[in-house]
């Protein structure tokens, strides 16, 4: 009886911990992929600023230049966009990043404002493109200046609190 | 039937839907026309055409299919592949070459600022006029702007719009780049100001230019010519549509410095020409050394007249 109630402890103990953990390392994880979008943006900007690449163009360029989950998101906007299919290039972009991107560390604000983006591209002249742009970088900006200024004493309270967690719970049990 | 989904990927769905329903054969359609709260309009085979609800083409307009405002602008989001702010200078212009070299002219109502138009706005009329190859409409001319030493002649090809002289030009550059068995072909460069010579997509010409053709897309006449000179050493130099203050000191540039120039104009006589107060100045010092006249009498492309420097005509 008294080996079954140890590896419950143990049990409790490791997966509060290992919780801990998980959001810690979401939150790294939340910072790498915001910078990976600030990169991935400041190249889309550079494109139309300097070449006034067309949007299905531009994208289809940076898909070929990315890694991971954002190329696949970036090289699935660029085939829809080609397709011609009848849908606003806002539409396209929204329905994208809700299948594509679900899998990342960017939180639900970060998405909607992701997809926010969406809703100006395109329209009207070269500047609005480039204030568009700018608008949504210093955004990204601040988001991630937010996070890493908090990011040491956050993690320590995710880690903690997981190990400090379970500990409760299990002497609340026994 | 390449070509016919590359046209039809740029209407509205609705539009892409009925147009394509329709048999037609591409070598003949020439302009479809958009307007708002209008009917349909197309023009083939020099003959105007309404089309119906039920997808056909009729010569009255009853029944006609109505074009909306959202249809004008899904179509012009196709058009410009979502992305407006690409074709800023274009749409000042007042049209947007797509792929495949055709012309889209359109207006709505125009921003103006510093008394110059800025941007067009509300676009509510598209006009699609079809750019179309014709291999062999160039086989005419080609004897009298070539010499014995297989060089050519500064010439000049004047027409009235419609009539087929960009589809000339294209011809006579890839005949003159080919050569042939009797004629080694010789180094051109081509000003594609508009894209409609070589239709570029990505800088690559979809339209045949011949083998010995470079292509500067979208780069403005006179600067383009210059560059391409100074860069590509051709032979001749090839432009569609001179006619500013610009494009005609670039002109005497390159009759200058040894390459030959093949250009072509809107207007319906050499005297029409000669009357125009820059470009006038090179037909009256007699700089052009071949002149063909165009017009549409009986058929787009009808070779009319060509003249020598002295205004003689040899055809």
Not at chain 1, 27 to 41: G, V, W, Y
Not at chain 1, 110 to 130: T, V
Not at chain 2, 168 to 185: A, H, T, Y
């Amino acid at each position: 009886m008294l080996w079954i109630k140890i590896i419950g402890c143990i049990l409790i103990i490791t997966s509060c911990t290992g919780m801990g953990w998980y959001f810690s390392s979401e939150l790294k994880n939340r910072i790498s992929d915001l910078r990976d979008l600030r990169k991935i943006i400041i190249l889309l900007r550079g494109d139309i600023r300097y070449a006034n690449t067309p949007l299905p163009e531009a994208v289809q360029a940076l898909s070929v230049r990315q890694e991971g989950k954002y190329k696949v998101f970036l090289s699935e906007i660029a085939e829809k966009l080609n397709e011609l299919g009848g849908k606003s290039f806002q539409s396209i972009w929204k329905e994208t990043i809700d299948k594509k991107l679900d899998n990342t560390s960017l939180s639900k604000k970060d998405l909607e404002h992701l997809g926010q983006l969406g809703e100006n591209l395109g329209y009207l002249d070269k500047d609005m493109q480039i204030n568009t742009l700018d608008l949504y970088l210093s955004q990204i900006e601040e988001e991630i200046k937010e996070l890493t200024r908090n990011v040491k004493e956050k993690t320590y309270l995710y880690n903690s609190l997981g190990v400090m967690g379970g500990i409760f719970i299990t002497i609340i049990m026994l | 039937m390449e070509k016919k989904d590359e046209l039809l990927k740029i209407f509205s769905l609705r539009l892409r839907t009925m147009l394509s329903k329709i048999e037609f054969d591409y070598e003949k359609l020439q302009e479809i026309r958009l307007r708002v709260n209008a009917p349909m309009l197309v023009i083939y085979d020099n003959e105007e055409y309404f089309l119906t609800t039920l997808s056909k083409l009729t010569k009255t307009d009853t029944d006609s299919y109505i074009i909306s405002k959202n249809e004008i602008r899904e179509t012009m989001e196709y058009i410009s592949n979502y992305s407006l702010y690409a074709f800023e200078e274009e749409i000042k212009q007042g049209f947007i070459t797509i792929t495949g070299g055709h012309r889209v002219g359109i207006t709505g109502k125009a921003v103006i600022e510093d008394n110059r138009i800025k941007s067009i706005k509300h676009i509510s009329f598209i006009n699609i006029r079809l750019s179309h190859q014709i291999k062999g409409c160039a086989d005419k001319v080609i004897p009298y702007i070539t010499n014995k030493d297989n060089n050519c002649f500064h010439t000049l090809i004047i027409s009235p719009p419609r009539c087929g002289k960009t589809t000339l030009l294209r011809d006579v550059i890839r005949q003159l780049s080919d050569g042939s068995e009797k004629r080694p072909g010789l180094t051109i460069g081509v000003v594609d100001e508009r894209s409609e010579i070589g239709a570029c997509y990505m800088g690559i010409p979809q339209n045949e230019l011949g083998i010995r053709t470079d292509v500067l897309d979208c780069c403005p006449k006179a600067k383009g010519m210059l560059m391409l000179i100074r860069s590509m050493s051709p032979r001749i130099i090839a432009v569609d549509e001179v006619g500013s203050g610009e494009d005609i000191d670039a002109i005497e540039y390159v009759m200058n410095c040894g390459c030959k120039l093949i250009a072509t104009v809107h207007g319906n006589s050499i005297d029409d020409i000669r009357s125009k107060p820059i470009l006038g100045k090179l037909v009256r010092e007699r700089l052009f050394e071949r002149y063909i006249l165009l017009n549409n009498q009986g058929e787009v492309g009808h070779l009319e007249e060509i003249y020598d420097e002295r205004g003689t005509r040899i055809y």
